[in-house]
T-cell receptor, first 114, second 115 residues
């Protein structure tokens, strides 16, 4: 079984500042890793995913994440945030077989202020 | 891009009645769809895995007789909340696993309020 830990429930940051949202996972098998964003009263939108290959993954809206197998981490970063990045961010993991069931972390609320 | 729709986007029903929520993959085939439930300010909890042409697989603790899932075609899965009660009020989100990739596409969600 897999589990995902997002230690920061809320991250306040000023506009144009850099941000890192932390994600650690636990699994006994190889996994795929994902970051999703959720705006109020909406479904989830995929930001980026790691399946294999380069450990640095670039996604939409200027976000990137780095897979660190030894640290079992997949932290999300953006060098300069905008007000519009205010949203809930979820890290998720799935095993590489079966039906790709996603296990989500508890989410991190990113609050960008002017 | 891959689009998943849900209908209705919100619904209010009286306690004891049943509500059906549809999840459609609009431009791709999805043998597998998932149903999640999300409580306010919380993460998504997987309720069940819906497989086209076969019975759904429910997660531990989810009542299969209460949450009926039917995956009748490669583009449509439905979730029926039977004999709804106020504690069933929640945000229900579906996702579709694109047959040609290892990626889930999420619907916009359905807000269910049971009075």
């Amino acid at each position: 079984a897999q589990s995902v830990t997002q230690l920061d429930s809320q991250v306040p940051v000023f506009e144009e500042a850099p941000v890192e949202l932390r994600c650690n996972y636990s699994s006994s098998v190889s996994v795929y890793l994902f970051w999703y964003v959720q705006y109020p009263n909406q479904g989830l939108q995929l930001l980026l995913k790691y399946l294999s290959g380069s450990t640095l993954v670039k996604g939409i809206n200027g976000f990137e994440a780095e897979f660190n197998k030894s640290q079992t981490s997949f932290h999300l970063r953006k060098p300069s945030v905008h007000i519009s990045d205010t949203a809930e961010y979820f890290c998720a993991v799935s095993d590489r077989g079966g039906f790709q069931k996603l296990v989500f972390g508890t989410g991190t609320r990113l609050l960008v202020s002017p | 891009g891959a689009v998943v729709s849900q209908h209705p986007s919100w619904v209010i029903c009286k306690s004891g009645t049943s509500v059906k929520i549809e999840c459609r993959s609009l431009d791709f085939q999805a043998t597998t769809m998932f149903w999640y439930r999300q409580f306010p300010k919380q993460s998504l909890m997987l309720m069940a895995t819906s497989n086209e042409g076969s019975k759904a697989t429910y997660e531990q603790g989810v009542e299969k007789d209460k949450f009926l899932i039917n995956h009748a075609s490669l583009t449509l899965s439905t979730l029926t909340v039977t004999s709804a009660h106020p504690e069933d009020s929640s945000f229900y989100i579906c996702s579709a696993l694109r047959d040609s990739s290892y990626e889930q596409y999420f619907g916009p969600g359905t807000r269910l309020t049971v009075t």
